[in-house]
């Protein structure tokens, strides 16, 4: 078989695995919200509502209906991509609080995921180029305890620290209320600010994303530098780094133009499915700061019961995670031949 006809065949198999992944996610979310205790009538109208008004909204949201008629009509809807509308906040719908909150969410991931990159990458690095010294240890000792240290008991750590005793920086929200948001097509602070030219709001977005996006990169830079400690270390035991040794190529050079590029594949593999969970699964973070984020919302949404919400950003996260996932498949299989089975 040729390199163009498997890569092909590859392609297809991955982009048929995909809807059988979110068809799976979905079917368990929706049997799991149906199966924990309590009843979303409750959390709408209170435990105290007359039971007339309780059967008519019940009958009013479809859940009067058996349960496979109930997952009937929401695989139904979901094949006509409606994510339905939220029962908490009446009338707006699942993609209107998608557009609303995750604008928030992309920029702490990015934010948080550029820490992390350059933290990960210079500690690992250091640690790998120094094999058995104390920068060794330091680097394993590193990438254990981000690892190991909960997200939200450091983000209350930094909190404590720098916002309550110190006073360096605010507490909670995305942007000053006092003040206007910066107001764009993208819905990124940073970028809108930017392409306004407005300076002093970019300066403000970047002083509120300040210790929220600190807490993610330092955490998830651990996960980083293993990878790259670990796979450089082997790179540098290549013959063709030992070729360049000995052509007296200095070792930084060496690092930098030759091991790490190498050693940066199956890093950028992890990237990418890092971005991806990130994305949904920042829950910790967003939580903590009170980041309006897409993640924070599915936290409200999963406390006050309110399914078609859960549902449709559990959909929403996973397709995201589907497609990045197929596309670094992809891009790695194109690199490299012999991972297409």
Same mark, same amino acid.
């Given at each position: 078989?040729?390199?163009?006809?498997?890569?092909?065949?590859?392609?297809?198999?991955?982009?048929?695995?995909?809807?059988?992944?979110?068809?799976?996610?979905?079917?368990?979310?929706?049997?799991?919200?149906?199966? =924990?205790?309590?009843?979303?009538?409750?959390?709408?109208?209170?435990?105290?509502?007359?039971?007339?008004?309780?059967?008519?909204?019940?009958?009013?949201?479809?859940?009067?209906?058996?349960?496979?008629?109930?997952?009937?009509?929401?695989?139904?809807?979901?094949?006509?991509?409606?994510?339905?509308?939220?029962?908490?906040?009446?009338?707006?719908?699942?993609?209107?609080?998608?557009?609303?909150?995750?604008?928030?969410?992309?920029?702490?991931?990015?934010?948080?995921?550029?820490?992390?990159? #350059?933290?990960?990458?210079? /500690?690992?690095?250091?640690?790998?180029?120094?094999?058995?010294?104390?920068?060794?240890?330091?680097?394993? +000792?590193?990438?254990?305890?981000? &690892?190991? +240290?909960?997200? &939200?008991?450091?983000?209350?750590?930094?909190?404590?620290?720098?916002?309550?005793?110190?006073?360096?920086?605010?507490? $909670?929200?995305?942007?000053?209320?006092?003040?206007?948001?910066?107001?764009?097509? =993208?819905?990124?602070?940073?970028?809108?600010?930017?392409?306004? $030219?407005?300076?002093?709001?970019?300066?403000?977005?970047?002083? &509120?994303?300040?210790?929220?996006?600190?807490?993610?990169?330092?955490?998830?830079?651990?996960?980083?530098?293993?990878?790259?400690?670990?796979?450089?270390?082997?790179?540098?035991?290549?013959? &063709? +780094?030992?070729?360049?040794? #000995?052509?007296?190529?200095?070792?930084?050079?060496?690092?930098?133009?030759? #091991?790490?590029?190498?050693?940066?594949?199956? /890093?950028?593999?992890?990237?990418?499915?890092?971005?991806?969970?990130?994305?949904?699964?920042? /829950?910790?973070?967003?939580?903590?700061?009170?980041?309006?984020?897409?993640?924070?919302?599915?936290?409200?949404?999963?406390?006050?019961?309110?399914?078609?919400?859960?549902?449709?950003?559990?959909?929403?996260?996973?397709?995201?995670?589907?497609?990045?996932?197929?596309?670094?498949?992809?891009?790695?299989?194109?690199?490299?031949?012999?991972?297409?089975?």
């Amino acid at each position: 078989m040729s390199r163009s006809n498997s890569l092909r065949l590859y392609v297809i198999s991955r982009l048929l695995l995909a809807p059988l992944m979110i068809w799976t996610i979905t079917t368990v979310v929706f049997l799991l919200m149906r199966a =924990t205790p309590g009843d979303p009538v409750d959390a709408l109208l209170g435990s105290r509502a007359p039971e007339a008004a309780k059967a008519l909204m019940r009958t009013k949201l479809g859940l009067d209906q058996p349960l496979p008629k109930q997952y009937l009509d929401y695989l139904g809807d979901l094949l006509s991509f409606n994510l339905g509308s939220s029962l908490a906040s009446q009338g707006q719908t699942v993609w209107q609080i998608i557009g609303d909150h995750f604008p928030a969410t992309v920029e702490l991931t990015l934010c948080g995921m550029i820490i992390a990159a #350059a933290v990960g990458l210079t /500690v690992g690095s250091i640690a790998a180029s120094r094999p058995n010294t104390v920068f060794d240890a330091g680097g394993r +000792v590193f990438g254990i305890v981000t &690892y190991a +240290v909960p997200m &939200y008991w450091f983000g209350m750590i930094l909190q404590l620290v720098f916002s309550v005793q110190l006073g360096w920086f605010p507490i $909670g929200t995305r942007f000053p209320l006092s003040q206007i948001a910066p107001a764009g097509p =993208t819905g990124l602070y940073l970028l809108d600010s930017l392409l306004h $030219g407005d300076l002093a709001q970019f300066g403000t977005t970047v002083y &509120y994303l300040a210790l929220p996006s600190l807490t993610l990169g330092i955490l998830i830079s651990g996960v980083f530098e293993r990878i790259v400690r670990v796979n450089l270390r082997q790179t540098l035991k290549a013959d &063709y +780094v030992e070729a360049a040794r #000995a052509r007296g190529i200095s070792e930084f050079r060496i690092i930098t133009a030759h #091991a790490l590029k190498n050693a940066m594949i199956p /890093v950028i593999t992890i990237l990418g499915l890092t971005f991806a969970s990130l994305l949904g699964g920042a /829950v910790l973070t967003e939580v903590t700061f009170s980041w309006p984020g897409l993640a924070n919302r599915l936290y409200e949404a999963i406390s006050q019961r309110d399914y078609p919400v859960v549902q449709g950003l559990m959909v929403f996260f996973a397709a995201i995670v589907a497609l990045v996932s197929i596309a670094i498949d992809i891009l790695n299989a194109y690199v490299d031949p012999r991972i297409r089975y």
